[in-house]
Antibody, heavy 126, light 110 residues
Framework: QVWLQESGPGLVKPSEILSLTCSVS????????WSWIRQPPGKGLEWIGQ???????DYNPSLKSRVTISVDRSKNKFSLRLSSVTAADTAVYYC?????????????????????WGKGTTVTVS | QSVLTQPPSVSEAPRQRVTISCSGS????????VSWYQHLPGKAPRLLIY???LRPSGVSDRFSGSKSGTSASLAISGLHSEDEGDYYC???????????FGGGTKLTVL
């Protein structure tokens, strides 16, 4: 059973860099995709970005200029870096395993979903 | 404003059945499978449905999913008070190359 744990500062000053790490309990981090998602207070979930087993990344266009996601395979961890933060970046931040599974019902069709989530970490920008 | 549209709230009595709708477009629900998540207060989101209607191991068969065109639904039968929480639909968006979320639906078991 894989579990994920987010860690990092709970308080970040405006204009500074938010840095979080997600520790993966077991298994190879290299064989899956990994995502960051956040939930601002009173709002819904928002995808931040993901990193693939190849090391390639995709980011939400609304955050792309400020986001970097990286992976440290030797430590089984992946990280989020968000620069130039403002109060609007105050949120609970979740890491998740992002799956791409082939459909058994359609050729060349894949299911995308997040099957394992961390419990989340609250980050306040103030 | 979320890309996928869900009702903000639904409510139903214990032991009854409730459905939560999720509306999108051709670039997301219309062309990709939908997943559903349960988010209980203070807990990590939990995958309930993937591939439109597939349940992961360990998820109760009280939860079921369906999809037609650019809309999807989550049905929960035999409601328990423990089901109270927020439910989100998600689908990959071809324009984004990543997932888009519904705004979430708060379920109240009366």
């Amino acid at each position: 059973q894989v579990w994920l744990q987010e860690s990092g500062p709970g308080l970040v000053k405006p204009s500074e860099i938010l840095s979080l790490t997600c520790s993966v309990s077991s298994g190879s981090i290299s064989t899956y995709y990994w995502s960051w998602i956040r939930q601002p207070p009173g709002k819904g979930l928002e995808w931040i970005g993901q990193i693939y087993d190849s090391g390639d990344t995709d980011y939400n266009p609304s955050l792309k200029s400020r986001v970097t996601i990286s992976v440290d395979r030797s430590k089984n961890k992946f990280s989020l870096r968000l620069s130039s933060v403002t109060a609007a970046d105050t949120a609970v931040y979740y890491c998740a395993r992002y799956r791409r599974s082939p459909s058994s019902r359609r050729v060349d069709y894949y299911y995308y979903y997040m099957d394992v989530w961390g419990k989340g970490t609250t980050v306040t920008v103030s | 404003q979320s890309v996928l549209t869900q009702p903000p709230s639904v409510s139903e009595a214990p032991r009854q059945r409730v459905t939560i709708s999720c509306s999108g477009s051709s670039s997301n629900i219309g062309n990709n499978a939908v997943s559903w998540y349960q988010h209980l207060p203070g807990k990590a989101p939990r995958l309930l449905i993937y591939g439109d209607d597939l349940r992961p191991s360990g998820v109760s068969d009280r939860f079921s999913g369906s999809k037609s065109g650019t809309s999807a639904s989550l049905a929960i039968s035999g409601l328990h008070s423990e089901d109270e929480g927020d439910y989100y639909c998600v689908a990959r968006d071809d324009n984004l190359n990543g997932p888009v979320f519904g705004g979430g639906t708060k379920l109240t078991v009366l």
